[in-house]
């Protein structure tokens, strides 16, 4: 196997590497703030949603991810032992509101799939229930044909 003396090299790598975390770390965290809102946009529109909570949990969830790489940006520019504070309060609070939603959402997936059974039934209790009275219309207007027919 050849070795490589890439000093020279990695300095470009590097560079590279720098500019493409800022960019991503930018576009992330537009992302990531960008998403509660639109969440909460749903949630004005949607009156009878059940478990709203929950959506404010991924809310939190998010704008926290966003946070993180927001700070990260920071470090680009200034590193300091402040930056390093508020990057690991950023982490920290990321890490537990992260680890309380997924616990969150272990208990909650068993009652969402509850409720979307329930209104799968519902629709379809509704749906037959139309389906019969226009069953029962179209037997009874050809039963009253049938007699004017026979003159009964």
């Known amino acids: 196997m050849k070795s490589c003396d890439c000093v020279g090299q990695t300095q470009w790598l590097h560079e590279e590497l720098v500019k493409y975390q800022f960019i991503s770390d930018i576009l992330i965290s537009l992302a990531y703030f960008c998403i ?14 059940p478990y709203k909570w929950v959506l404010l949990m991924f809310g939190a969830f998010i704008v926290l991810c966003g946070a993180t790489h927001f700070v990260n940006l920071w470090t680009f520019w200034k590193h300091s032992k402040t930056v390093d504070v508020v990057l690991t309060v950023a982490k920290i609070s990321c890490a537990v509101v992260s680890c309380a939603t997924a616990m969150m959402l272990l208990h909650i997936i068993p009652h969402l799939q509850i409720n979307v ?36």
């Open 36 to 49: 509660p809102i639109e969440i909460i946009y749903f949630m004005r529109k949607s009156a009878l949603l």
């Open 117 to 152: 059974r329930e209104l799968f039934l519902k629709n379809h209790a509704g749906e037959l229930d139309r389906l019969s009275v226009k069953a029962g219309e179209f037997f009874l207007n050809k039963s009253e044909k049938l007699d004017k027919e026979m003159g009964i």
